[in-house]
């Protein structure tokens, strides 16, 4: 099976049944976006792919999940949270499919700190289950929340991203309260237990609050040593398990950050490049550059004028 991966362009090119995106409609790159839609018309096979955006369903039907490639029958009412570097497929077994989907990127995920708490939990982890079936009151919850935040994407109040960024917060937590720790981690083998070990090393370093208190993990090889295992079989099976390298899940945690220091406080952009591990200046400047296109301060200029 092919591993490519699923943009959010993709996903709009290839259902041209669905509404335009209702936010940042050029779907540029650093912007945040946010759409909500019912899947009336998901009666069909999904590609086995990666994304490169998060989404959320409430299933109503019978299908088939192919997900990491291990295959789960979903027969009754059923909330999917995949992890977006895991390639999933699905299969429609039945004519009637109902309930409801958002799908948000990377920057909606990160542009506010209510979601923080969900960065370290079990949700959209690869070493969780993607697959959480609901009960008759969970099922009734999560609707009304689905059809508010439906409600709300379509009207005209001005606020209607931050009451939208609530009702899915709720939904979440909501998930959370019903799922118990133990009910994603039982039974772990034993590649998926380090990398749940290294996910929450590394998520337990963020947020910074104070320039005085730079990251005291920025490589493999210093999570390897607190993990007490060797770097290479770190790497390995972030690898394998991931498809991404530790260094890239490393930098890609480290620009989150970065992204959300230079939008949110005040302090120096030397500071913030300090605070993240980057001794020098010019190396922050061209690590944010490389990957954004732009510099920390054309970035906080750029998020400034926004707000204005």
């Known amino acids: 099976m092919s591993q490519e991966l699923e943009t959010l362009t993709d996903f709009y090119r290839d259902r041209s049944h669905i509404s335009f995106p209702l936010s940042n409609t050029d779907l540029q790159s650093g912007k945040s976006h946010f759409n909500v839609n019912t899947r009336k018309y998901c009666n069909f096979k999904s590609p086995y792919n990666r994304r490169d955006f998060y989404k959320i369903t409430l299933i109503l039907g019978t299908g088939e999940l192919n997900y990491g490639g291990n295959s789960i029958i979903i027969d009754r009412p059923a909330m999917l949270l995949p992890c ?5 497929s699905w299969t429609s077994l039945s004519d009637n499919q109902d309930g409801y989907y958002c799908l948000f990127n990377q920057e909606f995920f990160n542009e506010h700190y209510q979601f923080d708490i969900f960065k370290r939990s079990p949700l959209f982890k690869a070493w969780s289950e993607p697959v959480i079936f609901l009960d008759e009151k969970q099922l009734a919850l999560i609707t009304v929340y689905f ?13 209607k991203y931050e009451a939208i960024r609530n009702l899915l917060c709720l939904l979440m937590h909501s998930l959370l309260v019903e799922q118990p720790d133990g009910n994603y981690t039982s039974e772990l083998p034993a590649s998926h237990r380090l990398l749940r070990m290294f996910d929450e090393l590394l998520h337990q370093q963020f947020p910074l609050d104070s320039p005085a208190h730079p990251l005291t993990m920025k490589t493999p090889a210093d999570f390897a040593r607190a993990l007490n295992v060797h770097v290479n079989h770190l790497n390995s099976v972030i690898k394998s398990t991931t498809g991404s390298t530790t260094t890239a899940i490393i930098k890609g945690r480290v620009l989150e950050e970065a992204k959300t220091l230079l939008q949110n406080t005040q302090w120096d952009i030397s500071q913030v490049g300090y605070c993240l591990g980057f001794e020098e200046p010019a190396h922050f400047n061209h690590f944010f550059k490389k990957a954004m296109e732009i510099t920390p301060l054309q970035f906080r200029q750029s998020k400034a004028k926004a707000i204005l």
Do not use: L, R
């Open 84 to 88: 977006p570097s895991v390639p999933y």
């Open 147 to 159: 059809q508010q935040m439906m409600e709300m994407a379509h009207s005209d109040y001005p606020f």
